[in-house]
Nanobody
Framework: QVQLVESGGGLVQPGGSLRLSCAAS????????LGWYRQAPGKERELGAG?????????VDSVKGRVTISRDNAKSTANLHLQMNRLIPEDTAVYYC?????????????WGQGTQVTVGT
């Protein structure tokens, strides 16, 4: 059974930093693309940052230059991190860890439970 356990959310002042982590385990083969999605109140969930199994990264424009995604892998497990700097109120959202696994022609998506990030005073 695949499990994604997130940690590191909380309340931070504008301009501050947070580091989110996600421990992924239980996969049959190995994790493919990993990502951090976020959902702000009243808005749709969006991909904030993604990283492929080879280490290629992509970021939504609003976080470029302020956020770094990274991963480290072991057999059947992966740790995903999101270092967020110079946070702004618009970064306030629930952040979800996402992991993929491809078996044959099917790609499965797995989700964490979400961790709240609030940027304010």
């Amino acid at each position: 059974q695949v499990q994604l356990v997130e940690s590191g959310g909380g309340l931070v002042q504008p301009g501050g930093s947070l580091r989110l982590s996600c421990a992924a385990s239980g996969i049959i083969t190995s994790f493919g693309d990993l990502g951090w999605y976020r959902q702000a109140p009243g808005k749709e969930r969006e991909l904030g940052a993604g990283i492929s199994s080879s280490g290629s990264t992509n970021y939504v424009d609003s976080v470029k230059g302020r956020v770094t995604i990274s991963r480290d892998n072991a057999k059947s497990t992966a740790n995903l991190h999101l270092q967020m700097n110079r946070l702004i109120p618009e970064d306030t959202a629930v952040y979800y860890c996402n992991a993929t696994e491809t078996l044959g022609r099917t790609t499965y998506h797995y989700w964490g439970q979400g961790t709240q990030v609030t940027v304010g005073t």
